[in-house]
C-alpha cells in the first residue's frame, strides 16, 4: 500500500488563502496510544465482595436510579468475581493514601490478602450489600450490581448504588485532595479551587 504521508487526498480542495495550516501538520499521530487521552481522575479503591482494587475507569452513569460503573480488566481477579454477580463498593480516598492504593492495583486477590499488606487504611462491612468497605475513605458508594457490558479487553459493571456514605465537612472543594491518575503511572493532586459564574 502506498503512503499517503506528505500527500494530500485527491479529492482535497487547497485551503481558503489565509486560511490555518491543515491540523495534521500541528500532530502526530499514533496507534495504540489510549493513555493519551487520559484527563487526571480520582483514582478509586473498588472492593469487589472481600477483594480491594484500584479502579481509574469509573464514572455516573444515570441519576434516578443513581448508577455507578466501573471499567475492569478481564485478566483481574476483580473481574471474576463481578461476573459471578459480587456486589461491590466504590471508595474515595484522599490523596496521602497512594501507597496503599498503590499496593491494591500491584497485588493480585488471587494470591494474597490485599487488606494485610495495607498501612494505612482497614476495612469494614458495607450496609445494604454483600462487600467490603474502606473505613478511612471521605465518600463510598454501595453498589448492587444491575448490568454487564462486555468489550475485548475490559467489561463495564454498572451497579444501583443502594446507599452513600460520606465523611461530613471532608468533601469540600477547598479541602479536599484526590489521588488523580494521568496514565503510565503517573498521578497528581488537584492544587487550587477556582470558581466561576455561569
Not at 6 to 20: R, V, W
Not at 121 to 134: E, F, G, P, Y
Request: aromatic content about 12%; proline content about 7%.
Amino acid at each position: 500500500m502506498d503512503s499517503l504521508k506528505g500527500h494530500s487526498p485527491a479529492h482535497a480542495l487547497p485551503p481558503p488563502e489565509g486560511a490555518s495550516p491543515a491540523p495534521q501538520e500541528h500532530f502526530k499521530t499514533l496507534e495504540n496510544a489510549y493513555f493519551l487521552g487520559y484527563v487526571p481522575r480520582p483514582v478509586v479503591l473498588v472492593c469487589v465482595g472481600e477483594n480491594p482494587l484500584a479502579v481509574a475507569w469509573h464514572m455516573p452513569t444515570n441519576k434516578d436510579p443513581f448508577l455507578y460503573a466501573v471499567a475492569i480488566a478481564k485478566e483481574n481477579y476483580s473481574h471474576f468475581l463481578l461476573e459471578k454477580g459480587s456486589d461491590f463498593t466504590v471508595n474515595f480516598l484522599r490523596a496521602d493514601h497512594i501507597q496503599d492504593i498503590l499496593t491494591a492495583g500491584k497485588h493480585s486477590g488471587r494470591q494474597v490478602d490485599k487488606w494485610k499488606l495495607f498501612k494505612h487504611i482497614s476495612q469494614a462491612k458495607a450496609l445494604k450489600v454483600d462487600a467490603l468497605m474502606v473505613k478511612e475513605a471521605l465518600l463510598v458508594y454501595e453498589c448492587k450490581q444491575e448490568r454487564v457490558v462486555s468489550f475485548y479487553d475490559h467489561s463495564i459493571f454498572i451497579g444501583r448504588v443502594e446507599i452513600i456514605h460520606y465523611k461530613k465537612g471532608k468533601l469540600k472543594p477547598q479541602k479536599v485532595k484526590y489521588p488523580l491518575h494521568m496514565g503510565k503511572g503517573y498521578f497528581s493532586k488537584n492544587a487550587k479551587v477556582y470558581t466561576y459564574k455561569i
